[in-house]
């Protein structure tokens, strides 16, 4: 098992960052936080384009840095993929020179294949004779994408690749990083601020907040932590993977399996067997003590209460496990008083709605 | 008409100028790469020591390059040990004369192009595994094109134009070191007013050229000097 382990420190008097993190070598790991939080500075540290004085920066077993022994690799011998905020082509080359630009200046010979690969997957085949500055903001980023994994880099690093795009480019480019998430076996560290594409793209999350490493791990579990401020946040859900295991063509419904059990939603147009993320907000989830025998909610599934907070504004969130799922609920203070809900309690969850994310 | 002695002049100007001019791009990249991207507090020191020149009188600059250069002279020691012999009144003197003059057009234009590229194509370049000599040809030369050329030009046209410093280091010497400048004066000083005017004509055109070209050609921000 692949790993990545990088600990910095560095202090710019108004700025510090202090991070210890062990993250997987697989998957997309998604670091998340406000502005000012350090994620940017910690993938620019990972990249070797920061230098943290203190630091040691381990991937695959190769070491990148080690300031105790006064290692540290330059970026240039570094076989790491970056793709920037903007998507930063050379705006003297066409997009071929710009895709051949990295391919030049490695030696192995699997480079061109992964460069056709990434061409297909993103789209941008019919783009190649042209300068950047005839590109839109949204092919220029899936160029600059390409560009970044025809090198076949043991870890591709991206910079809020989004930030800079309006909605509409948003969307456009979403799919491709979920088919590269499917397609591809190079971890991605994934900095970001928007909370859609934590769900849409995340298997792992760290929650960065000045400088410091709130939470990390697996997206349901860190999704899921009171510790959080996440879990407090009106917009606070759960993403679940889930495969489609059966079609319920009369009632326009599709089931899908989880870790521990099943939920029926709305029909998807996909083959028995697909993977799907399926986002539950923790609005939607509601708690009864006993089975509900008479109710129109078809997602009625038996759980475990793990932890009990205090939300805002009289909300009360709930933490449960469902199989091997955590789970949030905020439901009204009230009625967390009248049930009298407890830390291991078994109950029953109602779920009223989710949204299925691909 | 242009006599033979006005065409060799012209010649050894340019000669001067030409070998001047690729000195300092030589000698003015990697300072002007430098002080575009130093935070070394000598970075003030060195900006305004490459710029003395736009404000000095140049016969003031001229005047202690004699005094250095000559027989008693700091560099004037070197180059005699180095069995050179002394550089005022010979053409390497007045090369080296003419590369400190000019040095400022040729660094600043090339000091704001790199600034202007920033930092982000060489950190892109860094990612995609060119190392900093590398990232230097392949990204910061290509996009400082215009920032070269109009260095070039400046620098070769400024030290075409090169009076004061001239005739102090240089001196007067014909096929050695007279320059046209110094010829059009020679000119005025004997009252050949006619063969003044043909070589003034000569400047006055090559001058308005080299500007037309910067300033057309190649977009040049029309600016009094490239302090500003």
Redo the contacts between chains.
């Keep these: 098992m692949t790993t990545i382990l990088a600990r910095f420190q560095l202090d710019y008097g108004d700025f510090k960052l202090d991070v210890d993190l062990t993250l997987p070598g697989t998957g997309i790991t998604v670091l998340f936080g406000h502005s000012g939080s350090g994620k940017t500075t910690l993938l620019r540290c990972i990249?070797?384009?920061q230098r943290a004085p203190l630091g040691k920066l381990e991937i695959n077993g190769h070491v990148w840095q080690d300031s105790e022994r006064n290692l540290f690799l330059?970026?240039?011998?570094r076989p790491?993929?970056?793709v920037?905020q903007?998507a930063?082509?050379?705006?003297?080359l066409t997009v071929r020179d710009n895709l051949h630009?990295?391919l030049k200046?490695?030696k192995q010979n699997s480079g061109t294949v992964k460069l056709e690969q990434a061409v297909e997957l993103l789209g941008i085949g019919h783009l190649m004779e042209r300068m950047p500055g005839h590109l839109s903001g949204g092919e220029r980023q899936r160029v600059a994408i390409a560009?970044?994994l025809a090198?076949n880099p043991e870890v591709l690093l991206m910079d809020e690749p989004l930030a800079s795009l309006d909605f509409k480019r948003k969307q456009e480019i979403l799919p491709f990083l979920s088919r590269l998430h499917q397609q591809l076996d190079i971890p991605v560290l994934y900095v970001t601020h928007s909370q859609q594409e934590v769900a849409q793209l995340a298997d792992t999350l760290v929650i960065l907040e000045d400088g410091r490493a709130l939470a990390s791990g697996p997206l349901p579990e860190t999704q899921s932590r009171l510790d959080v401020p996440l879990a407090q946040d009106r917009e606070a859900a759960t993403v679940w993977q889930a495969t489609v295991a059966e079609h319920e063509a009369d009632y326009h419904l599709t089931r899908v399996a989880f870790a521990g059990g099943s939920l029926s939603l709305p029909a998807v147009d996909a083959e028995i067997g697909t993977p799907l993320r399926v986002q539950i907000y923790a609005r939607d989830v509601s708690i009864a003590l006993e089975a509900p025998t008479a109710t129109s909610i078809l997602n009625v599934l038996p759980a475990t209460i793990t932890g009990i907070a205090d939300g805002r504004d009289g909300q009360t969130v709930v933490q449960m496990r469902i199989g091997n799922q955590a789970l949030l609920a905020h439901i009204t203070r009230k009625s967390a008083l009248m049930l009298g809900l407890q830390i291991g309690m078994a109950v029953y969850v109602q779920i009223k709605g989710t949204s299925i994310l691909n | 008409m242009l006599s033979a002695s006005d065409i060799a002049t012209l010649w050894l100007t340019f000669k001067v100028a030409g070998y001047a001019t690729l000195l300092m791009m030589l000698l003015g990249t990697p300072l002007a790469w430098w002080l575009a991207r130093t935070a070394s507090r000598w970075k003030g020191v060195c900006n305004a020591l490459v710029a003395l020149p736009l404000v000095l009188p140049p016969t003031v600059l001229g005047f202690y390059l004699l005094v250095m250069m000559g027989p008693n002279g700091a560099i004037g020691r070197l180059t005699t040990e180095l069995g050179l012999g002394t550089l005022p009144f010979t053409f390497p003197g007045l090369v080296v004369a003419s590369v400190l003059y000019s040095l400022p057009f040729v660094v600043q234009p090339l000091q704001t192009a790199f600034a202007t590229i920033g930092e982000h194509p060489l950190e892109a370049a860094a990612t995609l595994r060119a190392g900093p000599l590398d990232t230097f040809f392949s990204v910061v030369v290509p996009l400082a094109k215009p920032g070269f050329m109009t260095a070039a030009i400046l620098g070769f046209a400024h030290t075409v134009g090169e009076f004061g410093v001239v005739l102090m280091v240089g001196g007067n010497i014909p096929d050695k070191t007279r320059v046209v400048s110094v010829q059009i004066y020679n000119h005025v000083e004997a009252l050949e007013y006619s063969e003044a005017h043909w070589l003034a004509g000569c400047l006055l055109l090559f001058s308005f050229s080299v500007l037309l070209v910067l300033y057309t050609a190649l977009k040049t921000q029309p600016v009094a000097h490239p302090l500003k």
């Design positions: 990249a070797g384009l330059p970026t240039y011998k790491l993929g970056y920037f903007e930063n082509l050379f705006p003297h630009y990295g200046r490695i560009r970044a090198l």
